[in-house]
């Protein structure tokens, strides 16, 4: 049982190093998504100060943005990980008799949701400084 549990053991901390790679990963990918609609969207961010959106006002909207794609991916993740072990479950009952419950949520679910809230406003923090940073003159005579 000891053999079995050290084996176990050794697949569990590789399992949680590349989840540790798949958020610095996903990390990564939102403040890329960002970096790049903001390069995209320059123009209609100085359009937006033009009408009176003051630096704070983008400032917020951009985290704002980064804050909905962590929470929808969150969620998508959350969904499509119970919605396997559910088919995970159901394969199982008629194989073997185990008897699985794929929708109960787990108090480290929480953590995660707190993680990548947090991950979401850190990846989107760059871009939204140069968002509200962004030059009306320069950025509308361009286009």
């Not at 053999?3 to 540790?20: D, K, S, W």
């Not at 798949?22 to 359009?47: C, D, H, M, P, Q």
């Not at 559910?86 to 707190?114: C, H, R, V």
Request: glycine letters at 10%; charged letters at 15%.
């Amino acid at each position: 049982i000891n053999r079995l549990y050290e084996l176990v053991g050794t697949g569990e901390q590789a399992l949680r190093v590349l989840a540790l790679v798949i958020i610095l990963v996903s990390g990564l990918s939102i403040f890329i998504s960002l970096f790049t609609s903001l390069k995209e969207r320059r123009y209609e961010l100085a359009l937006m100060r033009v009408q009176g959106a003051g630096q704070p006002k983008l400032f917020f909207l951009i985290v704002l943005e980064g804050l909905l794609l962590a929470i929808m991916g969150y969620l998508g993740g959350m969904l499509l990980s119970h919605g396997g072990m559910q088919l995970l479950a159901n394969k199982l009952k008629q194989t073997y008799g185990y008897d699985f419950s794929a929708w109960t949520f787990l108090p480290q679910e929480a953590y995660l949701f707190i993680g990548s809230i947090v991950l979401g406003i850190i990846a989107a923090v760059i871009p939204a400084i140069q968002a509200a940073r962004t030059d009306i003159a320069d950025t509308l005579t361009r286009n």
